[in-house]
């Protein structure tokens, strides 16, 4: 049982480069999101989806595209990379429901380097 | 916006010793969910215990135990008979909904021989 797969495990892009960062999960799981982690500020919440065709800002949503086509998979883009999002970038999922009865399966993160 | 605070970034326990981590968050929700995360030098993060604001009773799993104050808004996290390899970096969350945490933004715990 994979869990949450998250690809690449590191990334250097430079200034203006776009990618897309992978995340797969094979639980079946309806919610899926990604935080992204700086030194000193703990995880904050970029987009999340309820579902396949439904995405939503979290709070930090700027410079990032979503899109949810199947329940399975939920990249985050890039398109013009710029240092600010140097970052860790962690993919989660999780059955719908109360958080606490299905609580959040994390990937193992991508560090992501712009320069 | 509900915030979480981690007042200490810092802490360092001996092997065998106790150590308690604070939280302290701000909402104006009566039913919510609290949790604590580590994440070792792997990256990874790991559920360590989860609390439900409606439940008066502390969580406790094993060597960790909670001290959930709901009317002062505080959720501390208490390790017994620390081990080496409880060395990692612990973050409080909270939750309102069933998709999403918002976190601290962390202690960093040394645990010494």
């Known amino acids: 049982n994979a869990g949450v797969t998250q690809t690449p495990k590191f990334q250097v892009l430079k200034t203006g480069q776009s990618m897309t960062l992978q995340c797969a999960q094979d639980m079946n799981h309806e919610y899926m999101s990604w935080y992204r982690q700086d030194p000193g500020m703990g995880l904050r919440l970029i987009h999340y989806?309820?579902?396949?065709?439904?995405?939503d800002q979290g709070e930090v949503p700027n410079g990032y595209n979503v899109s949810r086509s199947t329940t399975e998979d939920f990249p985050l883009r890039l398109l013009s990379a710029a240092p600010s999002q140097t970052s860790v970038y962690f993919c989660?999922?999780?059955?719908?429901?109360?958080?606490?009865?299905?609580?959040?399966?994390f990937g193992n993160g991508t560090r992501l380097t712009v320069t | 916006a509900q915030t979480v605070t981690q007042s200490q970034p810092e802490m360092s326990v001996q092997e065998a010793e106790t150590v308690t981590l604070s939280c302290t968050y701000d909402t104006s929700e009566s039913d919510y969910y609290l949790f604590w995360y580590k994440q070792p030098p792997s990256r990874q993060m790991i559920l360590v215990i989860r609390?439900?604001?409606?439940?008066?009773q502390n969580a406790t799993e094993n060597r960790f135990s909670v001290n959930f104050q709901k009317a002062a808004k505080s959720f501390s996290l208490k390790i017994s008979d620390s081990q080496l390899g409880d060395a990692a970096m612990y973050f409080c969350a909270y939750a309102l909904s069933g998709y999403a945490l918002n976190f601290g933004k962390g202690t960093s715990l040394l645990v010494t021989p």
């Open positions: 989806s309820v579902g396949a065709g439904i995405t």
């Open positions: 609390q439900e604001a409606y439940k008066q």
């Open positions: 989660a999922s999780s059955y719908q429901g109360t958080i606490y009865n299905s609580p959040l399966h």
